[in-house]
Each structure stands twice: as structure tokens, then as C-alpha cells.
């Protein structure tokens, strides 16, 4: 079956510091990845999307990227993290014809200080 | 660009009450539509789907949702909530492209 995995859980950053999440997927193959902004009252922003190693489509422009250095793997990165980055971060896969829509991660809470 | 209205942004309901939860989508095309569920302190799940078929999907803990494409509406429903459905509810859906697109969430609350 399949499985995905998300990392840290929780992570406090200062301003300015680099950042780096990871996702990574098991039990499947060519996954279309995501990466979303979860804040209150907002419901689920769509930051990437990769349907392919190398293939990353950024959906909002920002202090992030995204990174696919392997098949099932989705790095979400800053080089400086800003105040507003502050927020809780999901990571989620799809087959490409979304029949099934996603599966998300359990998430990471990121505050930064 | 295609999007997703939830207009009930919080609800609170006596157990035992029926639910209702509002959803549009403007995408004018061949849809997938979703429901999926965050309890407190838990990740994102699926309730329930429909891309084809039946337009009344039946989904877990017994939650439904009716696909009407005159309307562009999926809206979720049960007939009596329990406490353990209290929980943001998000509706989802496909626009054409590789990505879903969500509502804002309703945060329903169920009351003893």
C-alpha cells in the first residue's frame, strides 16, 4: 500500500534561517506531488506541483521553493525564512488522473521566530 | 481560474441534528469532486468522491454528497451528527489541470 511520509512535525526557525521539508512517498510510482499552505480561515494554498523529477510548477510566488531530486521525493526549501512563512506546511500525492484525489501528509507546524 | 465557495465558514449543531454543508465550483468542465475531513489534531482524509456515475456518493461515517452539474454544486450531508464529527470540513475539486483546487473550510462544530 501506499504511504507518505512527512518531516519534521514541528520545527522552530529564527528569521533568516535556511528551511527544508521533506516528503517522500512509498508504494508508488511517477506520484504527482504537492506542497500546501494550510492557515486559518484561508483553507489549503497550493504552493507547488511536480508532476516529474525536475518538474516543478509554483503556483504562488514567495520566499519558497520546491525541489523533485527523485521519483518519490518533494523538498520544500528557503534560503532566508521570512516572519509570514510562519504556518503549517502539507504535503500530499495524487495519481495524474486525480479519480482519487489526494493523500496528504500529516504535516509539518513551522513558526518562525 | 477554476475555484471552490464554501459559504458556511462555521457551524455549530446540537447532536443528533442534520448537516448541511454548502459547495460550488465554477469550473464549466468534466469534474472530480471531493470531501475531505480534518479532525482536531489530525491530517487531512477523504470522505468521500465522485467523478462519474451515481450523482449521490456515499462516503464513511455515514456522510453523502449530491453532484448537481445544473447547479454546480456538491454538497455534504447527515442526517444526524454525532460529537465526533466535530471537524474542518473542506470541499475540493478538479478544474482540467493536475491539481485540485479547495474551498476556505467550514469548521463544524457539534455540541452535546
Known sequence: SQTIHQWPATLVQPVGSPLSLECTVEGTSNPNLYWYRQA????????FYSIGIGQISSEVPQNLSASRPQDRQFILSSKKLLLSDSGFYLCAWSLGHLNYGYTFGSGTRLTVV | AQSVSQHNHHVILSEAASLELGCNYSYGGTVNLFWYVQYPGQHLQLLLKY????????????FE??????KFSFNLR???VQWS???EYFCASTG???KLTFGTGTQLKVEL
Open chain 2, 65 to 70: 454528497a449530491e453532484f448537481i452539474k445544473s
Open chain 2, 51 to 62: 467523478f462519474s456515475g451515481d450523482p449521490l456518493v456515499k462516503g464513511i461515517k455515514g
Open chain 1, 40 to 47: 486559518a480561515g484561508r483553507g489549503l494554498q497550493l504552493l
Open chain 2, 78 to 80: 447527515k442526517p444526524s
Open chain 2, 96 to 98: 482540467g489541470g493536475n
Open chain 2, 85 to 87: 464529527d466535530t471537524a
